[in-house]
């Protein structure tokens, strides 16, 4: 017992030392500065996502769910393209990812763009949101921002971490009391504080930093910044009920309109000068 749980501490440090600072992002006129630890390698989450989106695309497809509407899927497709134009201004490699727009029928209202620039946008958020195209490029924005700093990557390597540590914690205490239920509790317990000290408060980090950079990129394509804060007014309305923003995901409404009403007389001049080379 004594050497397993040597052995897990010795496991638990190596996958913390593995877990290298980096920069995933240029800090745009919005500033986003903030050093992330990657456990997992740039191409081990990309190549993990492009399989996840053409299993999701067979299964649409066969369903015929996918790009049900044709003129829905153009201008799905234009706005996804002047937004990742801009992408170059946070990450110039990511102009020349495999980019992939797709919609899917679906009453949900939601989007996603998976690592390496794989979008997906359901008709439930075109349907029931009923988004202008400054709308629409808000939530857009907001999904290849995710993936322009390699959110989902460092999710990944901290809940890799933190199981890792779990298990060391579960051996200490079953070393020192030997009773496997203690351990079991502890480890149950050790998973619920984990989920509520380190993964929820770096999710709505995460969730705030694609506020800042989908809203600077909507804003040098031409699309008006303004349209965040109608855009988080609709979706308010439609979320009904929602849980303490303590223990979200995501910040609550009134916090994420709060921020993003003060950030956009900072992109405000992209705006208008892209509004300008448009016109």
Request: with cysteine; proline share 4%; net charge neutral.
């Amino acid at each position: 017992m004594k050497k397993h749980f040597f052995s897990l501490l010795i496991a638990t440090a190596v996958a913390l030392g593995g877990c290298v600072p980096v920069q995933t992002t240029k800090s745009g006129t919005v500033g986003v500065e903030r050093k992330q630890y990657m456990l997992l390698s740039e191409k081990q989450v990309e190549a993990m996502s492009a399989q996840s989106y053409v299993q999701t695309l067979r299964q649409a497809d066969a369903k015929k769910a996918l790009n049900p509407d044709s003129a829905e899927t153009t201008r799905v497709r234009a706005i996804a393209q002047r937004l990742i134009a801009q992408t170059a201004v946070f990450r110039p490699d990511a102009v020349n990812w495999k980019w992939e727009i797709n919609v899917q029928e679906s009453k949900d209202i939601n989007a996603y763009c998976m690592a390496g620039g794989k979008i997906m946008v359901y008709t439930g958020l075109i349907d029931q949101i009923k988004p202008t195209d400054d709308e629409l490029a808000a939530v857009m924005g907001h999904e290849i921002a995710h993936a322009l700093r390699e959110h989902s990557r460092e999710q990944m390597s901290e809940a890799y971490v933190q199981q890792i540590g779990l298990l060391g914690l579960a051996a200490v205490i079953g070393v020192t009391s030997k009773d496997s239920n203690k351990a079991n509790t502890t480890l149950a317990l050790g998973s619920t504080v984990a989920a509520v000290a380190l993964t929820l408060p770096h999710s709505r980090r995460a969730e705030h930093e694609a506020d800042q950079i989908g809203l600077e990129l909507a804003a040098r394509a031409g699309y008006n910044p303004n349209a965040a804060i109608s855009l988080w007014e609709k979706m308010a309305k439609a979320g009904g009920a929602k849980p303490p923003e303590f223990l979200s995901t995501h910040p609550s409404d009134a916090s994420r309109m709060a921020d993003i009403q003060r950030l956009i007389p900072t992109v405000m001049p992209l705006y208008e000068e892209a509004k300008a080379k448009h016109s």
